[in-house]
């Protein structure tokens, strides 16, 4: 699925150090920053039930390592084309946030702001 990226997406990079943490890297790199909802990070009713909370498993997933799966950026231009390169591969891709040309790093749930104060490894 990382080849229908080729083209397409603006940056990418592996979230084997933590979504925060490797995100942070796409950042500093462009200079730009981004606003990331938590309510949209794909995350399993067996990590919500194993942490005992969805907040709990919405900040494991965010913070945790070692996923080794892909985290990049598109523009909204090439958006459509993205899906339908991905929808042949039978991936999965889940839009979590926007990129801002501000340069902050925001987390909220719902347009609500959260005041989180994680990171990953470095």
Same mark, same amino acid.
């Given at each position: 699925a990382g080849q229908a990226l080729v083209?397409?997406?603006?940056?990418?990079?592996?979230? &084997?150090?933590?979504?925060?943490?490797?995100i942070k890297h796409i950042l500093k790199? %462009?200079?730009?920053? @981004?606003?990331?909802?938590?309510?949209?990070l794909p995350i399993s009713s067996e990590l919500v039930q194993?942490?005992?909370d969805k907040v709990s498993a919405q900040?494991?997933?965010?913070?945790?390592g070692e996923e080794y799966e892909l985290c990049f950026t598109v &523009?909204?231009?090439?958006?459509?084309s993205l899906q339908s390169?991905?929808?042949? %591969?039978?991936?999965? @891709?889940?839009?979590?946030?926007?990129?801002?040309p501000n340069g902050t790093f925001e987390l909220h749930d719902n347009n609500q702001p959260?005041?989180?104060?994680?990171?990953?490894?470095d």
């Open positions: 083209g397409l997406a603006s940056s990418a990079i592996d979230i &084997s150090d933590g979504l925060i943490s490797d790199r %462009s200079q730009v920053g @981004v606003s990331i909802d938590v309510s949209q194993f942490l005992d900040q494991y997933a965010l913070s945790s &523009s909204e231009q090439n958006r459509g390169a991905l929808s042949y %591969s039978g991936c999965k @891709v889940t839009c979590i946030g926007q990129i801002r959260l005041d989180w104060d994680l990171s990953g490894f």
